[in-house]
């Protein structure tokens, strides 16, 4: 290894040090430190990652710190920092102590970069896998829930059939190809895929195994209890980073052109009936998390849409409702989570009221349910206007109008929350309990992002722009 590789990895230096080091500094000093070492290390790791060079390349790692890399990585980073900033009066409060908790928090931010900066396939694998590892930990941590364990042990037992087929379809392409190199690989067997049972035997359990970690149906039935069971800002972070990595996944497998054809028909289906039974189970649901799993589900779906098109104008879509989706899932679990937390919240009845109760957090998760909804001038209006576009503009014009229709459906349960916390006096409780410091910039941050991109999205889209030339 070359100091220039070292240079290179930095930022996937910088998170797995920083894991390492609260682990170890809690064995010799426990405290609960741990948040600002993590909150330090993210916010340092994605200040590294925006120095590095336009296409730094480490051959003997295969690692490419490319402009796609630096961006998720910066992503995946800051959204951590935000999580850990959102856990810490949570976990006083569930009296969830120790170390592991930001140092597992940090390691799957480790993994999720590496995802990203991949440049073959055992290395996708491996990153793929050590933030799922994580997120084991982090869904069970909540040792006073027996909710928390149930929710641990239903997403390892299906993670662990997840792991298993992207495994075997790697090995699969491998034989097909001959080579673990990503590029090589896609030009290799998606060229001649139709003819190569092998290959498409491999492309087949891959995506099987990426629509369990987002959550499409018909690999969607973990996502409701583990979201019901988890704590609230693990949740926040496996609906946002967890799949925005599974994505950065696809983006990097999944050529454009002619060669996506292949791919093309099991897609569609992902994304059709995502969007019609996320949507609709979403609708039937009286708990307040659990409509938000179902509704992340059809949120996917309108993601899988643009990835459809196999265009750039897709990809760029796609990245740009990866940025959004992220802010607008932090501000409402986050949301939730100082409800819920102060108040013992679960249902979408016991919001009654709370906007007047408790104004800060009620009015973020107005504007992310706003924002979810595709309601102007919020991010999410301007995310979906440009994955329908590019749905049209690629030719998807009867599944994109499903979408536009299944979109309509999901205002009403969005806008039922809203109806609640501000139309209904309820039994809002008298405390007007405020979130804590952590909180409120965790949640001012994300809300600034929805309305920052919903009415001027222009940077960000030149910026994603950019990364796919």
């Not at 084991?136 to 929710?151: C, G, K, P």
């Not at 049972?197 to 969607?220: E, R």
């Not at 409120?440 to 030149?462: F, T």
Request: hydrophobic residues 60%; neutral net charge.
């Amino acid at each position: 290894m070359t100091v220039a590789d070292i240079w290179i990895i930095m930022p996937l230096a910088i998170l797995a040090g920083a894991s390492l080091l609260i682990l170890l500094l809690g064995a010799v000093v426990p405290g609960r430190y741990g948040t600002a070492v993590g909150v330090a290390a993210c916010v340092g790791a994605a200040l590294w990652a925006l120095q590095l060079q336009p296409a730094a390349l480490s051959q003997t790692l295969g690692v490419a710190f490319t402009p796609f890399a630096r961006f998720f990585t910066v992503l995946f980073s800051l959204t951590a920092a935000a999580t850990l900033l959102l856990s810490h009066d949570h976990n006083v409060r569930r009296d969830i102590s120790g170390e592991e908790y930001p140092a597992t928090v940090i390691f799957a931010a480790f993994g999720m970069a590496v995802v990203s900066a991949s440049a073959n396939l055992l290395i996708l694998f491996l990153g793929l896998e050590a933030l799922t590892f994580a997120f084991y930990i982090l869904v069970a941590i909540d040792l006073n829930r027996a909710e928390s364990a149930e929710a641990g042990l239903k997403y390892l037992l299906l993670g662990a059939i997840s792991a298993a087929c992207i495994a075997f379809g790697i090995a699969l392409l491998y034989a097909a190809a001959g080579t673990l190199a990503i590029p090589e690989v896609v030009r290799l067997t998606l060229s001649a895929g139709a003819q190569d049972p092998i290959a498409l035997a491999g492309w087949g359990l891959l995506l099987i195994g990426i629509a369990f970690k987002i959550s499409l149906v018909p690999a969607h039935h973990w996502t409701p209890d583990v979201y019901q069971g988890a704590p609230t800002p693990v949740v926040a972070f496996l609906s946002t980073a967890s799949k925005g990595a599974a994505i950065a996944f696809l983006l990097l497998l999944l050529p454009s052109g002619s060669g996506f054809k292949t791919l093309h028909t099991p897609l569609w289906w992902l994304s059709l009936l995502s969007m019609l039974v996320g949507n609709l189970a979403a609708l039937l649901q009286t708990n307040l998390k659990r409509m938000l799993a179902y509704s992340s589900i059809a949120q996917m779906g309108y993601l899988v849409l643009a990835l459809l098109t196999g265009s750039s104008e897709g990809f760029a879509a796609v990245i740009l409702y990866v940025v959004v989706y992220t802010a607008m899932n932090l501000a409402a679990f986050g949301a939730v989570a100082s409800l819920t937390e102060s108040v013992g919240m679960e249902n979408v009845e016991d919001y009654r009221g709370v906007g007047y109760s408790r104004p800060f957090q009620a009015g973020i998760l107005a504007l992310a349910l706003f924002a979810l909804a595709g309601i102007p001038p919020t991010a999410g209006f301007i995310g979906k206007f440009f994955i329908f576009y590019a749905a049209f503009r690629g030719g998807e014009i009867p599944l994109a109008i499903v979408g536009i229709l299944a979109a309509a459906v999901s205002a009403y349960y969005y806008l039922r929350v809203v109806v609640n916390l501000y139309m209904h006096a309820g039994d809002a409780p008298e405390s007007r309990k405020s979130a804590s410091m952590t909180e409120s910039i965790a949640l001012s941050a994300a809300a600034l992002v929805i309305l920052a991109v919903g009415i001027y999205p222009s940077p960000l889209l030149r910026l994603i722009d950019s990364i796919l030339r």
